[in-house]
């Protein structure tokens, strides 16, 4: 426990106090950066708002981030299936990756109206790509001496697929989710921007009110939500390839 | 012959660095090139002996803060954005009031039948900067419980035209023209109505750059005075060269917005005083409505907020 929170604690320690040393002494305008002391100063006179507003953003990023893994998955196998079905589909994932999420946004709170299903639509299309990708790229890369083992033992694709492929590509599964974790956080924001409601709505009111201390209170609140869902996932990982993979056994 | 050409070339180089940085001025928009701004783009800078480069925005350009940091010369801001700007120690002064009556206004389709801003709020959905003053002064007056409250769209009328029961606020000079273009029966109303009417389209200097270089910002009032007597007589040449950059706009809206703005320009006050002009009782009254709701705690002397030039 402590090797794992040590190291992180002493950058946070040291830029805190270095905002913190440079607003005080003018070097830099309170106005532009907060200090940190005036960011925890917003953050527990607004914790109210601001918990709620966490709570508002964490659903809407959650059902995203879990949108994404379920369909990403499936989209991944799917594509999988054939060298065909994939050149015919994968370049139209690739349109999850590269949309304007900001421009196709009001399109967004046309379609799912001014709500949280506006807001899980944009997680999802922010966050759905990294997963197919992984996903595909793991299960096309299967041990060749595995898949022949099951082959010579007259396994069907399905049975290949689930007991083999799949599990095989557990690692660059993860690896995908937890990408596309920060960013269904970040989409959830920007849906919020566009129908309300969250992190989001607080950021654009502190903003407009030209406060910037509430702005980055609500910043820090979602990059915290990111890390937990990170930190989520890692866990999900670390319980599911602790007994047989590599990446989880080092340490 | 080669050294001669090259002993002359090194000093004209490091003049023209010099100029390239210390000459142009440097006005920071809070919004695409629209007829709001159409009196920068028509002001005779080079006679007031000013080289002005424009930046134009968009949507939450903090040109306050801009010009607060000094990474502009001059920023478009509203009134309300100084007192604010002012509260948190970012030393911003006005100089010159494009808009003396506020341009903000709500609409709402005809077929409602609302006769005044209460009548939005009683029922449907309404998009708001809810962050706005007047946005608290509409909720504290009227209360926002039958209504829907939703993000503005910033100038995007596109759910406006797909909700009969969907009011927005708008620039009573933009939105609801391009929604009755779209065929919408738009009926508006101004935000003034309620007692709230911040001067907008305001240019603002910092305090620091104002007292250190007076005989900038006093040319650049004048030319800026210049530009939109020209541009109310007549926009069309700065319509074109809006155009130009912002041609998403077509020409015709651009004179219909052009032609629409004129009375919250040129009032009574401005032919007493010029365009531009700004008065303290204004600004008092202002002021007192942001302590009133909370947004500042300490009074803010009316006079620091702006300088007639």
């Known amino acids: 426990m402590r090797k794992t929170l040590l190291p992180p604690l002493i950058p946070l320690v040291v830029f805190t106090l270095l905002a913190e040393f440079l607003v005080r002494e003018g070097f830099v305008r309170g106005y532009l950066v907060p200090a940190p002391s005036a960011v925890l100063r917003a953050m527990v006179s607004g914790r109210v708002e601001l918990l709620h507003a966490l709570l508002s953003t964490s659903a809407g990023s959650l059902a995203g981030f879990a949108l994404s893994a379920v369909t990403g998955i499936a989209i991944a196998i799917l594509l999988s299936s054939s060298r065909g079905v994939q050149r015919a589909f994968y370049p139209y994932a690739i349109f999850f990756q590269t949309v304007p999420l900001i421009a196709v946004a009001p399109l967004l709170v046309i379609w799912f109206g001014f709500g949280i299903e506006t807001v899980i639509a944009s997680a999802f299309v922010a966050s759905v790509f990294p997963v197919i990708a992984n996903t595909l790229s793991g299960i096309l890369s299967t041990d060749l001496p595995l898949r022949d083992l099951f082959k010579l033992y007259g396994a069907s694709p399905l049975v290949t697929l689930f007991k083999l492929r799949l599990p095989a590509a557990l690692p660059q599964v993860f690896t995908g989710l937890r990408v596309s974790a920060g960013l269904a956080v970040v989409g959830a924001i920007v849906g919020e921007f566009i129908a309300g409601g969250g992190l989001g709505s607080v950021v654009e009111v502190a903003r407009t009110q030209q406060r910037i201390d509430k702005v980055f209170a609500a910043v820090l609140l979602a990059s915290l939500l990111g890390l937990g869902l990170f930190g989520l996932i890692n866990l999900f990982s670390h319980l599911m390839l602790r007994r047989w993979h590599a990446s989880e056994q080092a340490h | ?309």
């Not at chain 2, 309620?194 to 910092?206: H, K, M, N, Q, R």
């Not at chain 2, 007589?233 to 130009?244: R, V, Y």
Request: glycine share 8%; charged share 20%; net charge neutral.
């Open chain 2, 1 to 309: 012959m080669y050294r001669r050409t090259f002993l002359k070339t090194v000093p004209a180089f490091a003049l023209l660095a010099a100029c390239g940085k210390s000459a142009k001025t440097k006005l920071a928009l809070n919004w695409k090139p629209e007829p709001e701004f159409g009196g920068f783009y028509a002001a005779p800078y080079s006679k007031h002996g000013l080289d002005v480069e424009i930046l134009p925005g968009g949507t939450g350009t903090p040109t306050v803060q801009m010009v607060g940091a000094g990474s502009v010369d001059f920023g478009i801001v509203s009134a309300d954005e100084v007192i604010l700007a002012r509260s948190h120690g970012n030393d911003v002064v006005a100089l010159f009031a494009v808009f003396q009556d506020s341009p903000t206004g709500i609409m709402a389709h005809a077929s409602r039948n609302l006769t005044s801003i209460g009548d939005v709020l009683k029922d449907g959905t309404i998009a708001l900067e809810s962050g706005l003053p007047f946005a608290r002064l509409l909720e504290r007056k009227y209360g926002f419980s039958h209504v829907k409250v939703v993000p503005s769209p910033g100038g995007d009328i596109t759910s406006f035209l797909h909700d009969e029961k969907f009011a927005q606020q708008c620039f009573l000079t933009s939105e609801p023209i391009a929604a009755r273009k779209q065929g919408a029966s738009v009926k508006v109303f101004a935000v003034s109505e309620i007692g709230y009417d911040p001067y907008t389209t305001v240019l603002a200097i910092s305090g620091d750059s104002l007292r250190k270089n007076p005989d900038r910002a006093k040319a650049m009032v004048a030319a800026v005075r210049d530009g939109w007597r020209a541009y109310l007589d007549d926009p069309k040449a700065a319509n074109q060269q809006m155009n130009q950059l912002n041609p998403t706009m077509d020409l015709e809206t651009f004179a219909e917005v052009a032609d629409a703005q004129k009375p919250f320009i040129e009032t009574d006050a401005t032919r007493r005083n010029g365009l531009g002009t700004m008065s303290r009782e204004r600004w008092e009254t202002l002021i007192a409505q942001f302590k009133d709701l909370g947004d500042i705690s300490q009074t803010i002397p009316a006079d620091e907020c702006f300088r007639m030039l």
